[in-house]
């Protein structure tokens, strides 16, 4: 089982770890895909796109979480690249900051904006993706207030600015089940043997169980601007937002 470093120090750039399992692709691409005893390198999932850097000096083109192991498929870069790993083999990990940070600034803003509109209109959100500093989410409005997108801009900046600390907790499933916060974020679909439960709480503002990467307070997003509102058919609205310097 890979260890996920990142649940607990989002700010974990550098690590090394040990190859467990290895596999090479047929294809021509010559990728070749590697699991570790732990990592630092986010995986796809949750709505957050996989981290990119490198492991043992190639580049770290995928990363996907598949049972029990975090896999990352490592490319040749040309001239200069060492051997691929082995099983046994430790190797150096670095992810790249800049992509990470961006989608951490990126996935806090979320959770505000889906804070900022369950405080204001009591409505939950439906579904979402992102992509560094740009991302979309779906609410169950029928119809949209008037003059939303702005409201929604104003609201998420003010609490961007307001620095709401971000806590990431790790509670028993028999304590998460009981939160009122995370009943309305849906901690039921979790899957019972699931029995610890990473809680990322924007103090004051968003509670919900998530196993994304975030920033420390929301003061480091920046700001948002909203950049479209879309009709996805009946209780279905979508907000198109990126996410700028403050
Ligand atoms: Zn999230």
């Given at each position: 089982?890979?260890?996920?470093?990142?649940?607990?120090?989002?700010?974990?750039?550098?690590?090394?770890?040990?190859?467990?399992?290895?596999?090479?692709?047929?294809?021509?691409?010559?990728?070749?895909?590697?699991?570790?005893?732990?990592?630092?390198?986010?995986?796809?999932?949750?709505?957050?796109?996989?981290?990119?850097?490198?492991?043992?000096?190639?580049?770290?083109?995928?990363?996907?979480?598949?049972?029990?192991?975090?896999?990352?498929?490592?490319?040749?870069?040309?001239?200069?690249?060492?051997?691929?790993?082995?099983?046994?083999?430790?190797?150096?990990?670095?992810?790249?900051?800049?992509?990470?940070?961006?989608?951490?600034?990126?996935?806090?803003?979320?959770?505000?904006?889906?804070?900022?509109?369950?405080?204001?209109?009591?409505?939950?959100?439906?579904?979402?993706n992102m992509e560094p500093l740009?991302?979309?989410?779906?609410?169950?409005?029928?119809?949209?207030?008037?003059?939303?997108?702005?409201?929604?801009?104003?609201?998420?900046?003010?609490?961007?600015?307001?620095?709401?600390?971000?806590?990431?907790?790790?509670?028993?499933?028999?304590?998460?089940?009981?939160?009122?916060?995370?009943?309305?974020?849906?901690?039921?679909?979790?899957?019972?043997?699931?029995?610890?439960?990473?809680?990322?709480?924007?103090?004051?503002?968003?509670?919900?169980?998530?196993?994304?990467?975030?920033?420390?307070?929301?003061?480091?997003?920046?700001?948002?601007?909203?950049?479209?509102?879309?009709?996805?058919?009946?209780?279905?609205?979508?907000?198109?937002?990126?996410?700028?310097?403050?």
């Amino acid at each position: 089982m890979t260890e996920l470093l990142y649940l607990r120090d989002a700010y974990l750039t550098s690590f090394t770890a040990t190859v467990v399992d290895v596999r090479s692709s047929d294809g021509a691409d010559g990728a070749t895909a590697i699991a570790l005893d732990r990592t630092a390198f986010y995986p796809t999932g949750g709505g957050q796109p996989h981290d990119t850097g490198t492991l043992a000096g190639l580049a770290v083109a995928d990363v996907r979480k598949e049972g029990q192991h975090v896999w990352h498929t490592l490319t040749a870069s040309g001239a200069g690249d060492g051997p691929l790993p082995a099983v046994g083999a430790t190797v150096s990990g670095e992810v790249d900051w800049s992509r990470r940070h961006q989608l951490m600034r990126t996935h806090t803003a979320l959770h505000v904006l889906c804070g900022v509109i369950w405080n204001e209109w009591r409505v939950p959100v439906t579904g979402g993706n992102m992509e560094p500093l740009s991302a979309r989410m779906d609410f169950e409005f029928d119809p949209v207030p008037e003059g939303f997108g702005p409201r929604i801009e104003e609201l998420v900046n003010e609490a961007l600015a307001a620095d709401y600390p971000i806590e990431v907790q790790f509670l028993p499933r028999d304590t998460a089940v009981q939160d009122d916060d995370l009943i309305r974020t849906k901690v039921s679909l979790i899957p019972e043997s699931v029995t610890e439960i990473r809680v990322v709480d924007i103090v004051g503002l968003d509670k919900q169980a998530d196993g994304g990467t975030h920033v420390r307070s929301t003061n480091e997003v920046g700001r948002i601007r909203v950049t479209k509102l879309e009709n996805k058919g009946k209780g279905n609205k979508r907000v198109r937002l990126e996410i700028v310097d403050a």
